[in-house]
Nanobody
Framework: QVQLVESGGGLVQAGGSLRLSCTAS????????MGWYRQGPGKQRELVAT???????NYADSVKGRFTISSDNAKNTVYLEMNSLNSEDTAVYYC???????????????WGQGTQVTVSS
């Protein structure tokens, strides 16, 4: 059973930094991509950043230049370094993984349980 375990959320003052981590485990054959989405109060879930196994990255315009996504393929872990945080970044952040799993190497998508990031002004 695949699990995505997130850590690193919390409360931070505007202008501060946080680092999120997410580790995937359980029956994984390979990782196509991992990333982060977020859902702010009263908003729809939106892309924050993704990274492929080959290292290609994609960022939402709102976080470019402030957030950095990286990964450790050996550890099946993705990181999100968040700098210059502001109140608009307050949201539940969800880890996302595009994986091939099981004996059939089925391609499936998985989500973490979410971690709260709150930026105080």
């Amino acid at each position: 059973q695949v699990q995505l375990v997130e850590s690193g959320g919390g409360l931070v003052q505007a202008g501060g930094s946080l680092r999120l981590s997410c580790t995937a485990s359980g029956g994984i054959f390979s990782i196509n991509a991992m990333g982060w989405y977020r859902q702010g109060p009263g908003k729809q879930r939106e892309l924050v950043a993704t990274i492929t196994r080959g290292g290609s990255t994609n960022y939402a315009d709102s976080v470019k230049g402030r957030f950095t996504i990286s990964s450790d393929n050996a550890k099946n872990t993705v990181y999100l370094e968040m700098n210059s945080l502001n109140s608009e970044d307050t949201a539940v952040y969800y880890c996302y993984a595009d994986l091939r799993v099981g004996l059939l190497r089925s391609r499936l998508e998985y989500w973490g349980q979410g971690t709260q990031v709150t930026v105080s002004s």
